[in-house]
């Protein structure tokens, strides 16, 4: 078993962060893991993206033109890359700033309006955390329990700001489970 995802978005959307998560889960299951950041020079605002890439088995390149899924936080982020998702993946949506879908019929569509979501659960800025916990949701791809607690291990040091993560991350989990 080896797959891949992409995260994809704005600097300051937590996309590293979110695959960084994703990629510790992976790794406390016992799974290999690769974890390949990019984004531009002018980070906040420019364009981030970062491929997970976990397996069973070791892991001859961390570098994927295909990837299993895409997780598509913004608009350029999945007319970029929504062509490059293996059919029978997932793509998820960050429908709060993407208002059109992805035209394919080959894939599984998961529509999350992260950032909506997110400001119900009290900042924005757990956007990324919906979105995380969304897909997860979806591909169960690692133990949701183990995520959370990364997530959780990953605030500790900013522990007021945990319940608020925790609340959207639940957030994310009900919306998969309802689609």
Known sequence: MQTEIKFAGFGGQGILLSAKLLAYAAMKQDYFVAWVPSYGPEMRGGTAYCTVVISDKRIGS????????????????????????????????????????????????????????????????????????AFAAKANIVDLDLLKKCVKEEFAAKAKIIPLNMTAFDAGVAIANNS
């Open 62 to 133: 961390p570098i994927i033109k295909n990837p299993s899924h895409l997780v598509a936080m913004n608009r350029p982020s999945l007319e970029k890359f929504d062509q490059d998702v293996k059919p029978g993946g997932i793509i998820m949506i960050n429908s709060s700033l993407i208002p059109s879908r992805s035209e394919r019929d080959d894939i599984i569509e998961l529509i999350v309006p992260a950032n909506e979501t997110a400001i119900k659960a009290g900042s924005v800025r757990a956007a990324n955390i919906v979105a995380l916990s």
